[in-house]
């Protein structure tokens, strides 16, 4: 029986951030660990269709540089957040303050100090506001990130001991 196909066993490294679900091939992801002597017991991902067509090219992804990608995603998503925030702060200050001028000129020394007061008030009221809800965006990014985790380191310390992100 001949064959023209290239037998070594490949692992193609195409980037794809983060966990996988679903391989290029449109098939599901599994996992499963590595018997070669330099990845003993390291676990990847791939799909079945490459289980049993080893020529073939199909994703490859070991599963704690995936979880890696994955903080990384959420850590970067935090930045973004945050830096809109800022932005959003200034332009409400900017406001604020272009506000109390306009008012100023028209008021009464009395009700200046009034307004001054309430501007503050609500100024504080906004920003506070602000970050709760820059606290519920980061918490449900983080949520998701360390839920795929889980459901991975969970399944690997079952397989060995000692296995460690860093
Ligand atoms: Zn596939």
New binding site residues.
């Given amino acids: 029986m001949t064959s023209s196909s290239n037998s070594s066993a490949r692992f193609p490294r195409i980037s794809n951030h983060g966990v996988p679900t679903r ?3 449109g ?1 599901g992801i599994i996992t499963f660990g590595s018997s070669t002597a330099e990845n003993k017991y390291r676990r990847f991902y791939r ?1 079945q ?2 289980r049993d067509r080893k020529t073939e090219n ?2 490859f992804k070991w599963i704690d540089e995936a979880l890696i990608d994955e903080i990384r995603m959420v850590e970067a998503k935090h930045e973004r957040v945050a830096q809109e925030i800022t932005k959003f702060e200034e332009r409400v200050i900017e406001k604020v303050k272009s506000e109390i001028v306009r008012v100023e000129a028209e008021m009464s020394e009395k009700l200046k100090e009034k307004v001054n007061l309430e501007i503050a008030r609500v100024a504080q009221d906004m920003k506070q506001k602000l970050k709760i809800a820059t606290v519920a965006m980061v918490v449900v990014g983080a949520i998701v990130g360390i839920w795929t985790s889980i459901s991975v380191i969970g399944w690997l310390s079952s397989e060995f001991d000692g296995f460690k992100i860093s």
């Fill in positions: 391989c290029w091939c098939e799909c269709i490459a199909h994703l």
